[in-house]
């Protein structure tokens, strides 16, 4: 018993955790914040945008699905792309996914310390932005069923708010509730220069921060490996992606950019508090403060426990410091953990010192991994399924639909995304950065010969398998 505490993974996540942490996952401050910045680009054409990416979401989570649930293991698609594309593969995609949290999380704990200004305005930024980290960072380390526990709260914060406002909102626009009895309607989505008033180009340009709102939605496949019911948990959250991404995303939007005229969106404030302010609910500013500091604390729960357990997975393989394979006794990997947050405290760092700027480009930074990511799911995917036969494809316990029409159209629609980011002038940043990272990644790799030793572990890991299932066929 004590040997399986220090070298396996507890699985701690029940299945009311996963369902609620994939709801979390992909409900973020891109659709809070992140959303009103994508309306003045698009306009109401915001929603087509969120339908479309939408859909390449559910494609991908179903590509990962198909493996995870056959496969649950800790590092999910970074050991798939390791089994089918190659150990360097591998590796780029658990270094790659460690940096884009890392990056991703610098910008939520600074969220967080702007958000809690709100209601203390007189503090520093860095201190919220440093307790943030450390309490997120303690949760992390406690045990796994934490960390779940804290998501599932969060997740369900935010799910409330936004049915809430679903709810509320389709009352005054079809009833007129909080405005005077005068049903609103939905002439809003066409009356303010029409349905496209920046015409394709505007959704085009908003396709970058619409992909980062979704930055999250795979991390359903890093819990694999500490899923008590990995088939079962699994299937059905990523089942529902689609549909929660319609209700949340879209119905949500749909809802305020009926009440309010488009180029309103953004001016006074969030939407959400817009809309709460308008149906007459008090305080509305500081209940949307709040649900949005939760939002930003679950991203920053999200990242530290994707980063753990990618550092945790590239030391299993060899390409990270041995020291990250250390397991607590509550099943965490916490060396790996506190690496992350020590990363993190260049962010805390960066509150002296970064400008508005920087956020465009981080969330920039953020989806180009990303994109690197569902890429290389769908791509590991597209060679596990050609490498079963026949027989093996009928007795797959989840297949993913349409294939391999369905992922060859969404790794299309990706690439068509990178080069629409490397066309427009604000995001142009992350075309140099990421393949930047991904440079001295492969030159570390070579320099270090992890090349040569990954073929020795490979050979001996696989040798161990088939020597641990000989007696399964003996008997």
Same mark, same amino acid.
């Given at each position: 018993?004590?040997?399986?505490?220090?070298?396996?993974?507890?699985?701690?996540?029940?299945?009311?955790?996963?369902?609620l942490?994939?709801?979390?996952?992909?409900?973020?401050?891109?659709?809070?914040?992140?959303?009103?910045?994508?309306?003045?680009?698009?306009?109401?054409?915001?929603?087509?945008?969120?339908?479309?990416?939408?859909?390449?979401?559910?494609?991908?989570?179903?590509?990962?699905?198909?493996?995870?649930?056959?496969?649950?293991?800790?590092?999910?698609?970074?050991?798939?792309?390791?089994?089918?594309?190659?150990?360097?593969?591998?590796?780029?995609?658990?270094?790659?996914?460690?940096?884009?949290?890392?990056?991703?999380?610098?910008?939520?704990?600074?969220?967080?310390?702007?958000y809690?200004?709100?209601?203390?305005?007189?503090?520093?930024?860095?201190?919220?932005?440093?307790?943030?980290?450390?309490?997120m960072?303690?949760v992390?380390?406690?045990?796994v069923?934490?960390?779940?526990?804290?998501?599932?709260?969060?997740?369900?914060?935010?799910?409330?708010?936004?049915?809430?406002?679903?709810?509320?909102?389709?009352?005054?626009?079809?009833?007129?509730?909080?405005?005077?009895?005068v049903?609103?309607?939905?002439?809003?989505?066409?009356?303010?220069?029409?349905?496209?008033?920046?015409?394709?180009?505007?959704v085009?340009?908003?396709?970058?921060?619409?992909?980062?709102?979704?930055?999250?939605?795979?991390?359903?496949?890093?819990?694999?490996?500490?899923?008590?019911? !990995?088939? %079962?948990?699994?299937?059905?959250?990523?089942?529902? =992606?689609?549909?929660?991404?319609? &209700?949340?995303?879209? $119905? #949500? *939007?749909?809802?305020?950019?009926?009440?309010?005229?488009?180029?309103?969106?953004?001016?006074?404030?969030?939407?959400?508090?817009?809309?709460?302010?308008?149906?007459?609910?008090?305080?509305?500013?500081?209940?949307?403060?709040?649900?949005?500091?939760?939002?930003?604390?679950?991203?920053?729960?999200?990242?530290?426990?994707?980063?753990?357990?990618?550092?945790?997975?590239?030391?299993?393989?060899?390409?990270? !410091?041995? %020291?990250?394979?250390?397991?607590?006794?509550?099943? =965490?990997?916490?060396?790996?953990? &506190?690496?992350?947050? $020590? #990363? *993190?405290?260049?962010?805390?760092?960066?509150?002296?010192?970064?400008?508005?700027?920087?956020?465009?480009?981080?969330?920039?930074?953020?989806?180009?991994?990303a994109?690197?990511?569902?890429?290389i799911?769908?791509?590991?995917?597209?060679?596990?399924?050609?490498?079963?036969?026949?027989?093996?494809?009928?007795?797959?316990?989840?297949?993913?639909p349409?294939?391999?029409?369905?992922?060859?159209?969404?790794?299309?629609?990706?690439?068509?995304?990178?080069?629409?980011?490397?066309?427009?002038p604000?995001?142009?940043?992350?075309?140099?950065?990421?393949?930047?990272?991904?440079l001295?990644?492969?030159?570390?790799?070579?320099?270090?010969?992890?090349?040569?030793?990954?073929?020795?572990?490979?050979?001996?890991?696989?040798?161990?398998?088939?020597?641990?299932?000989?007696?399964?066929?003996?008997?």
């Amino acid at each position: 018993m004590k040997q399986k505490q220090h070298h396996e993974l507890h699985r701690g996540l029940e299945e009311r955790h996963i369902a609620l942490m994939s709801l979390g996952a992909a409900i973020g401050v891109g659709l809070f914040l992140g959303s009103s910045s994508a309306i003045k680009l698009a306009g109401p054409a915001i929603l087509l945008a969120y339908a479309l990416a939408g859909a390449g979401m559910f494609i991908i989570m179903r590509a990962l699905g198909e493996m995870a649930i056959q496969n649950p293991v800790a590092g999910s698609f970074s050991r798939y792309a390791r089994d089918y594309l190659g150990p360097i593969a591998g590796y780029l995609t658990g270094w790659n996914y460690w940096f884009l949290w890392v990056v991703t999380c610098m910008a939520e704990i600074t969220a967080v310390g702007v958000y809690m200004q709100f209601w203390f305005p007189n503090t520093d930024q860095w201190v919220w932005a440093l307790a943030a980290l450390v309490i997120m960072a303690a949760v992390n380390l406690i045990a796994v069923k934490a960390y779940g526990e804290l998501e599932f709260w969060f997740a369900l914060i935010k799910i409330v708010t936004i049915i809430l406002m679903i709810i509320v909102g389709l009352g005054m626009i079809i009833f007129g509730i909080g405005n005077g009895g005068v049903a609103t309607g939905i002439s809003n989505l066409w009356s303010h220069g029409g349905f496209l008033p920046n015409g394709i180009n505007g959704v085009l340009m908003s396709m970058q921060m619409v992909l980062f709102a979704f930055l999250g939605i795979e991390m359903i496949g890093v819990t694999a490996g500490e899923v008590k019911n !990995p088939e %079962k948990s699994l299937a059905r959250a990523i089942d529902s =992606v689609f549909w929660r991404i319609l &209700l949340f995303y879209v $119905g #949500a *939007l749909f809802v305020i950019l009926s009440i309010y005229p488009w180029d309103e969106i953004g001016t006074k404030g969030s939407p959400f508090v817009m809309t709460f302010d308008k149906l007459g609910i008090p305080y509305a500013a500081g209940i949307i403060n709040f649900v949005v500091l939760t939002a930003a604390l679950s991203s920053c729960n999200s990242g530290i426990f994707s980063t753990g357990r990618m550092l945790f997975n590239l030391a299993q393989q060899g390409e990270a !410091p041995q %020291k990250f394979k250390n397991i607590s006794r509550s099943g =965490v990997p916490n060396i790996a953990i &506190l690496a992350s947050a $020590g #990363a *993190l405290l260049i962010g805390v760092t960066l509150n002296y010192i970064v400008p508005e700027k920087v956020f465009q480009w981080v969330t920039s930074i953020g989806t180009f991994g990303a994109i690197w990511t569902w890429a290389i799911i769908l791509l590991a995917q597209i060679r596990y399924r050609k490498s079963l036969s026949v027989e093996q494809v009928q007795n797959l316990k989840y297949k993913m639909p349409l294939f391999p029409f369905s992922s060859y159209v969404t790794l299309a629609f990706l690439i068509s995304v990178v080069g629409l980011m490397a066309y427009f002038p604000d995001t142009r940043i992350a075309l140099i950065v990421g393949p930047a990272w991904y440079l001295i990644l492969i030159i570390f790799y070579f320099a270090k010969g992890l090349h040569k030793r990954k073929i020795t572990k490979q050979a001996k890991e696989e040798e161990n398998h088939k020597q641990s299932v000989k007696p399964s066929y003996q008997r």
